[in-house]
C-alpha cells in the first residue's frame, strides 16, 4: 500500500493533489455534512488533520471510527485555514483498517499516569510522550554508531551466553537446557558447565581492542539483581568502547566526547520531541543539557571527593567513609550542587572494584573512574585495564577467581600486552538524561523488573 508519511506530509513544500495517509485516530469531530479526523502515523510528534465531506459511503466508513481505531485517508493536501497547522488533508476517501472497541480500548483523550501506562507498555508508544521516548531511543542508538564509525572504532558482537563473571558479583541469570528441578551436573548441561547471561561484554571487547586496536560493543545485558529501584532493570543496554594503547585520560577523554556528541545529536534532529519533555517533563531540561555541552567535565580524585562530602552540611543518608562506594545522593550532590556540572570522580579503593582495573602505585587505588552528570548521578564507569600479567594473576587471587576459568583472559597480557582502557555506559540512562524521564522503566519499550513479565 502506497502511503506518504504523516511527518513527510507535514513537511511538503507544496500541496499534493493526490496523497494517502495511514495511521491511528487520535480524535474524530463530526459536524452537519463534514467530519474533522486527527490522525497520528508514528513518524513525528504532530497529528494531521483530515476533512471528509459525508457521503452515504464515507458516512458508513465514520460511523466505524474511534479512538486508536487504524485508517487509510486518501484526498488532497492543502493549506490549512487553522492555526497551529500549515497543510491538511481534504479527504476525497476513508477506509477503516482495523477498528477500535470504544468500551475497552484504554487511550483516551486525557493525561494518563507512567504507573497506568506501564501496564499497558504494548499501547503506550501511541501516547505523545511514549511516542517521543522512542523516536529518541531510535536516534539516539543510530548516533552511538555514527559516532564510533566516525572516530573509526570497530563494532564487535560479543556474547550474550557467557562462562565468566566480568564484575565478580555474581548476580547472573543462569542458561541451562537442563529441565527445572533436575539434579544433574553441570557437566551434563548443554555447554558441559556453568553458564550464565552476560553483565558485561567488556572482556570479550578487550581482546579485539588489543587486536584491532578501538572497538565498541553495544547490546544487551542483564544482572539478577532484585532491586525496584527507577535506576535499576535486570535487562538493559549497554554501550562498552575500548581503547588499545590508552590511559585514564583517554579514557575520559572519549566518554566526555561522547556525551556532548550524543545531546548536540538528539537536540539538532528531534526538536519537537525533546521540546515536550522541556515543557511537560522536566523544566530544567535544556538548561541542564546546555549546561553540559558548556564547560569541561570536573575531574576530581575519589579522596578529594570524599572529604567533600564529609565536609558538606547535608544530611545523607548513607553515612561518608574513606573505601565505601559512592550512593547516588552522594553522587548527585557532586554533580548538582558542589560543581554544578558533569563531574569525574577517579582512582577508587580497589577493595570495591572489580579484577580488571589498572593498579595504582599507592597499592590502594585503581585507574579507575565514574562519569556523574545531573539527575542521574553515575552515568558512565570506566578504567584502564592492568596489563601486567603479575599484577592481574594477584588481583585474581585476592579475589578468589580461578585462572583457570580466565585462561583466555590471561592469554591477552601473556602475547603481546599493552596498555588498554574502556568503559561503560547505560544506554537507558544516556535516555533518561536527554529527556529528563526519572524511572528507566519509561524509556524502555518492555522493561524487565523482579515479578514482571508481562510483555
Known amino acids: 500500500m502506497k502511503r506518504t508519511k504523516i511527518k513527510a506530509a507535514l513537511n511538503a513544500t507544496g500541496p499534493m493533489d493526490e496523497i494517502t495517509i495511514m495511521g491511528w485516530v487520535r480524535t474524530k469531530r463530526d459536524n452537519k455534512g463534514f467530519s474533522f479526523v486527527e490522525l497520528n502515523d508514528g513518524s513525528c510528534l504532530v497529528n494531521i488533520q483530515a476533512v471528509i465531506d459525508h457521503t452515504p459511503e464515507i458516512e458508513a466508513a465514520l460511523d466505524r471510527v474511534g479512538t486508536g481505531a487504524s485508517v487509510s485517508i486518501t484526498g488532497e493536501l492543502v493549506e490549512s ?175 566526555e566526547e561522547m556525551i556532548k556528541y550524543l545531546i548536540t545529536h538528539i537536540m539538532d534532529h528531534c526538536p519537537d520531541d525533546v521540546d515536550l519533555f522541556a515543557k511537560w517533563v522536566d523544566k530544567s531540561l535544556m538548561p541542564t543539557l546546555e549546561n553540559i555541552l558548556k564547560e569541561p567535565f570536573k575531574r576530581l580524585p575519589y579522596t578529594e571527593a570524599i572529604d567533600i562530602l564529609k565536609k558538606a552540611k547535608k544530611g545523607f543518608e548513607f553515612p561518608v567513609e574513606w573505601g565505601m562506594d559512592l550512593q547516588t545522593e552522594h553522587e548527585r550532590f557532586l554533580c548538582e550542587e558542589q560543581f554544578k556540572k558533569p563531574v569525574y570522580v577517579y582512582d577508587y579503593p580497589k577493595t570495591i572494584k572489580p579484577f580488571y582495573m589498572r593498579m595504582n602505585d599507592d597499592g590502594r587505588t585503581v585507574a579507575a573512574m565514574d562519569c556523574l552528570v545531573p539527575r542521574i548521578g553515575e552515568l558512565i564507569g570506566g578504567s584502564q585495564r592492568e596489563e601486567r600479567m603479575d599484577v592481574l594473576q594477584a588481583r585474581m587471587g585476592e579475589m578468589g577467581l580461578s585462572e583457570e576459568d580466565y585462561w583466555w583472559y590471561l592469554d591477552s597480557r601473556r602475547y603481546g600486552t599493552a596498555p588498554h582502557a574502556g568503559f561503560g555506559m547505560g544506554f537507558e540512562r544516556m535516555l533518561m538524561l536527554v529527556t529528563g524521564v526519572a524511572n528507566i522503566r519509561d524509556v524502555m519499550p518492555f522493561p524487565r523488573t523482579p515479578n514482571s513479565l508481562d510483555f
Open 81 to 255: 485555514p487553522g492555526k497551529g497547522q500549515k497543510w491538511e488533508v481534504r479527504g476525497r476517501s476513508i477506509e477503516v483498517l482495523g477498528e477500535a472497541d470504544q468500551e475497552t480500548f484504554p487511550l483516551q483523550k486525557k493525561r494518563h499516569s507512567d504507573e497506568f501506562l506501564r501496564g499497558i507498555a504494548h499501547l503506550r508508544p501511541r501516547t505523545n510522550k511514549y511516542g517521543a521516548i522512542f523516536r529518541i531511543r531510535s536516534e539516539l542508538a543510530q548516533a552511538i554508531h555514527k559516532f564510533f564509525a566516525e572516530k573509526e572504532f570497530y563494532y564487535i558482537h560479543t556474547p550474550i551466553i557467557t562462562g565468566s563473571d566480568c564484575e565478580g558479583a555474581g548476580e547472573m541469570f543462569r542458561v541451562t537446557s537442563l529441565e527445572h528441578g533436575s539434579t544433574q551436573p553441570p557437566d551434563m548441561d548443554f555447554f558441559g558447565k556453568p553458564a550464565q547471561l552476560t553483565v558485561s561484554g567488556q572482556l570479550s571487547v578487550e581482546m579485539f581492542a588489543l587486536s584491532l586496536g578501538d572497538v565498541y560493543t553495544f547490546g544487551p545485558t542483564f544482572r539478577a539483581e532484585n532491586s525496584n529501584t527507577p535506576r535499576h532493570v535486570a535487562e538493559f543496554w549497554m554501550i562498552e568502547p575500548e581503547m588499545a594503547f590508552a590511559d585514564l585520560a583517554d579514557d575520559m577523554d572519549l566518554a
